[in-house]
């Protein structure tokens, strides 16, 4: 069959895809990656076929997503999250999805439709794929999906923030309140209407979703899904000489993405794990670029600062991870059975842009918004802890540092996360599924 994947043009979010369409050109289908310029290289590098669609080359900074039709409605955001009944203990799970995904969608579906996604459903009807997957935070292949007739399902890298949101307009529709405009609906409308295409739930949630996440991280209740194991992808790199060793002493590896860094100058959960470990008979590998150490004056003889390192070469090497709780870095300390430190904070999800032109600059929460329901996760499991810089102590984060690493407890945690990772299956085990599903689904 052909396959058409389709995906936010960036590192964070094209990774985890590729081991799907691998699998899938691994088992004799045809498949491309289809999107924005942004990530040719990566999906050749991997061996994969890149569509590049018309238009611009996807943000980098800040200044690229200063546009007016993207400023966040907080009189509205508030305003639904009191009509849908979201309660405090849900709430992040709220501020999450308008607060950014909301953001990343409505960026790649502006109201008037741009030539990228015109150029991306042209090609589907052109091309005629039997399965789309998309990305939920770049959902014109849905749009796509549906004006061609093929099968279409969300592949989901994260808990899935607008199932759980739909849901609420679901509960809230089906309880006789008052009309609600779902605002993911309203981005993708423009877009669908262009192509006579329904904006319905099964435009929204997929025919079907991939969902690698464990049952205690889903946050959707009602929606078809596939489970399918993560395979952390990281990309090809030279391995360094200094990991051909085994190290002298215990290594940590502390790693906060990729995302930020593009974004964001400074890194403030730095400091204070630095001084922890500073006194300790361990080493510490710590993947932070030049923009991220900006500000931080003092680096101790036992932290390596490297730009990057693939964490598949890293973390093989390890005793444990210190990192934010996003996807890749989580996955892939799991996948290695390494108990974990995520950093969280007690704050509101949220982000807004200050200032204009060269003076743009992103303003977010010193948390990740995936960091709760990770931290959690681990926590609950015995395979980790949170760290919250913002309300600890050096003192108490080198103790929470000096546990994790010498009470075995935390390692039979993380072990026991990782088989009941293993116990899922991969990419490749899915397909018979993909294929039963997509000759149920596509309408030829």
Not at 101 to 129: I, K, T, Y
Not at 435 to 442: F, G, P, Q, S, Y
């Amino acid at each position: 069959m052909r396959v058409m994947i389709t995906v936010w043009p960036q590192m964070c979010h094209l990774y985890p895809v590729i081991p799907y369409a691998q699998a899938l050109q691994n088992a004799g289908h045809e498949v491309v990656v289809a999107g924005p310029p942004g990530a040719t290289e990566h999906v050749t590098a991997a061996g994969l076929t890149a569509v590049v669609t018309r238009g611009d080359e996807a943000p980098q900074s800040a200044q690229d997503w200063a546009r007016p039709d993207l400023v966040t409605d907080l009189a509205e955001l508030e305003r639904q999250a009191s009509v849908l009944g979201v309660s405090a203990d849900v709430r992040d799970n709220w501020d999450v999805f308008y607060h950014f995904m909301l953001f990343g969608v409505r960026f790649h579906l502006p109201p008037e439709p741009s030539s990228d996604n015109l150029s991306l459903v042209d090609f589907a009807l052109a091309w005629r794929p039997d399965l789309v997957l998309w990305d939920p935070w770049f959902p014109a292949g849905a749009i796509a999906a549906k004006a061609c007739g093929a099968a279409h399902g969300r592949m989901l890298m994260a808990p899935d923030y607008s199932g759980w949101v739909s849901e609420r307009f679901v509960a809230h529709r089906d309880a006789g309140g008052a009309p609600e405009r779902n605002p993911l609906a309203e981005a993708m409308r423009p877009l669908a209407e262009r192509y006579g295409v329904e904006v319905d739930d099964e435009l929204l949630f997929g025919q079907f979703s991939l969902d690698p996440m464990p049952e205690e991280m889903r946050l959707s209740s009602t929606i078809e899904s596939v489970p399918v194991r993560w395979i952390p992808y990281n990309g090809g790199a030279v391995k360094p000489e200094w990991l051909y060793r085994t190290p002298d002493r215990p290594r940590i590896a502390l790693s906060l993405g990729v995302s930020t860094r593009m974004y964001i100058k400074g890194e403030w959960r730095s400091p204070k794990i630095f001084d922890a470990v500073a006194d300790l008979d361990v080493e510490m590998v710590a993947t932070l670029n030049q923009d991220q150490l900006q500000g931080i004056t003092s680096v101790p003889d036992n932290v390596r600062t490297v730009d990057y390192v693939p964490l598949s070469q890293l973390l093989p090497t390890c005793a444990a991870s210190i990192n934010h709780g996003s996807s890749g870095t989580f996955w892939a300390s799991l996948a290695n059975g390494l108990p974990q430190l995520i950093a969280d904070t007690d704050e509101r999800q949220g982000q807004s842009i200050a200032g204009e032109g060269e003076e743009a600059q992103f303003q977010i929460p010193e948390r990740h918004i995936l960091s709760p329901i990770a931290a959690r996760y681990v926590a609950e499991n015995g395979a980790g802890m949170r760290l919250n810089h913002q309300t600890q102590s050096v003192d108490e984060i080198r103790t929470q540092i000096i546990k994790v690493l010498d009470d075995p407890s935390y390692k039979d945690g993380a072990t026991s996360l990782r088989n009941d990772w293993l116990a899922l299956p991969t990419p490749a085990g899915i397909i018979p599924d993909l294929e039963k599903l997509t000759a149920r689904h596509a309408r030829g």
